[in-house]
DNA sequence: GTCCTCCATGTAATCGATTTCATGAGGTTA
DNA sequence: TAACCTCATGAAATCGATTACATGGAGGAC
């Protein structure tokens, strides 16, 4: 592969020349410029971004490590991070942690080996000592969609308890009393938030919580399920399955349809996270949309300005209710057609998903 | 951050010991080598993958772009391709074409930049120059999905063919005639062959596909809707809409809803690919299933078959028709909860897609 | 015509690792 | 004891770019 000694070469220059036209220095002439630019095709010459980094200690690279790869939550963040990075001229690598520390600090460690510029992690439940280092040497280092306690980190994260009051206001409009939640792990932050927001929201509405009500799931898809299965096996089973995201929804789903049951009028369904195929479910499952999107384009911004030495402030963006029909009809609306979400759309509907 | 030269200083030894301890050479004395990781962990040392890729020429990296990060099939697909590189010690970057010629250009550009040591490419449409430089160039390249006519690069593929027989042959037997098919574009491969592969079976079944019952789509969900609005306005709308991937079903599905249509009263539904979901639309849809996670796997197998010099030979993996309950109950077997698939399992049912 | 300035270009150091070749200490053998 | 070998280690070149500093020629001012 021709070097930049071979494009000075046949151009007839230095390769301090050839330099300065790769990085559109303006101290150089139009008919060198020409030249270089002539012998760069004739060569097919790539720059190669490893010397190149290697001397200007930078590699327009990003890292993102996120929680799982085969959730579709994380897969649009991961979507939006590219796009905002993309624009801003930067490469972004992602890792999956598979919910697991070990994988976590693996990618870690690859990527500052690699040199990113800058590390966007959706920290798994331990603070593992490699964090807490990285944290302490000052590498820009952001937290998306997660934190951790004790660690001085910037983040951004989705803000949950409106919503959640929001939901539960909206069951108990519909007459429903013994609402159960089939939470995230307690040692995400995500977790933790979602089950607090649950607990106080119930409070506020006057609703008790049996513990029996609380089932602690991992924001799987198989602890979905054998939540509900637990949940629905209980001499006074709960009118509604509230499920702490998108993943325990369809384990939840899969259980309640492997029993026969039918939603809402046996057992009524919310998730939290909303995913495009809820509104294909019969009936359309009542979710709580997170502005995942944004969350991912603000990380970026966030953490840009960290390596670029601007200070970055933490964020906490709005998650919204939307109402469909999985846990009853809405006693304010029409039938199943009319179903309108809560807030200010129905960011669950149509094509919003699809790009151009 | 701690250069060798550091922890050579600290160790008291010379950077080309260092080296010798970081590539595990064995002709360095147990007694040095813990001096030298001594150093290594009082610095925080950890080694920079720019300098060494650049004197290595390798990068352990290979570069991943596919069709478009928000399909479902692509994001198993990237997470299988990730999967089997990690366990070579390859790290992926993965780029998302986003089914445009230009963005995919961008990608090869930027990866070719970076010196990744091999690279999986999911081609769209068009055969660009740049790809067809790429491929004469005899770097390592392999086809993912996805093949362009008229290019000499091994690729790992679907087929298709067999599965599609078999689909019709099953609708057939459920008395269906009126077969439709939303196709995928012509331009790309897999949309031709699976078109093929219908008039094909179609024709090999006695049955007549007349030229309104092929609609072309885009392998996007709007494509889907509008192709399903288009053959339900026909005079004489199809029995069966078949669709040729899970967002075109996704769009075809919405159609459906909006109209008030039951599927499969009023129309059947198959999609070609499958997705966790399918099996939680009421009634669940009959799909076939791709072999995707051993696509993935396969063509790291042969992308590293060829970075390391070793030949590499396509292989093409069949689909697996998976029958469920949206074309009909199957006059074989007893009630929705029987269905079963006519292969040997049902892959598209419980919790396959859920890691430990 | 001389001198100074400006500016396009070139020379060479540098980034942090790997790797070839040299070196010298210590052990073996005759 | 001399000659030789083995082996752990070090010195220095190298990968392909960027960039500080040097240089020399053209043009303007006097």
Known sequence: MARIKDVAAHAGVSVATVSRVLNDNPSVTEETRNRVYAAMTALNYRPNAVARSLRTEATRTLGLIIGDILN???????????????????????GNADERADEQD??????????????????????TSLIEEVARAGRPLVFLDRTLPGIEVPSVRVESAAAIGELIGHLKALGH???????????????????????AAMAAHGLAVPPEYLEAGDFREGSGRAGAARLLDLPEPPEVIFTGDNLMTL????EIRARGLRIPRDVALASFDDVPWFVHVDPAITAIAQPTAELGRAA???????????PAESAALPAQLVVRTS?????????????????????GQGDERSRS
């Open 327 to 347: 846990c009853g009809e809405t006693p304010y609306g029409g039938g199943p057609a009319a179903a309108r979400g809560a807030g200010a759309g129905d960011p």
């Open 251 to 254: 384990g939840a789903l899969g």
């Open 177 to 199: 009393r013994r609402i159960a939640f089939i939470s995230g792990p307690a040692t995400l932050s995500t977790g933790r938030e979602r089950t607090e927001a649950f607990r």
């Open 106 to 127: 693996h990618y870690v460690r690859t990527l500052l080996e690699r040199r990113v510029d800058g590390l966007l992690i959706c920290p798994t439940a331990e603070v």
């Open 72 to 94: 579709p939550f994380f897969t649009e963040l991961a979507r939006a991070v590219e796009d905002e990075a993309r624009l801003a001229g930067y490469t972004v690598i992602i």
């Open 300 to 310: 970026v911004r966030m953490i840009l300005n960290r390596v670029e030495g601007r």
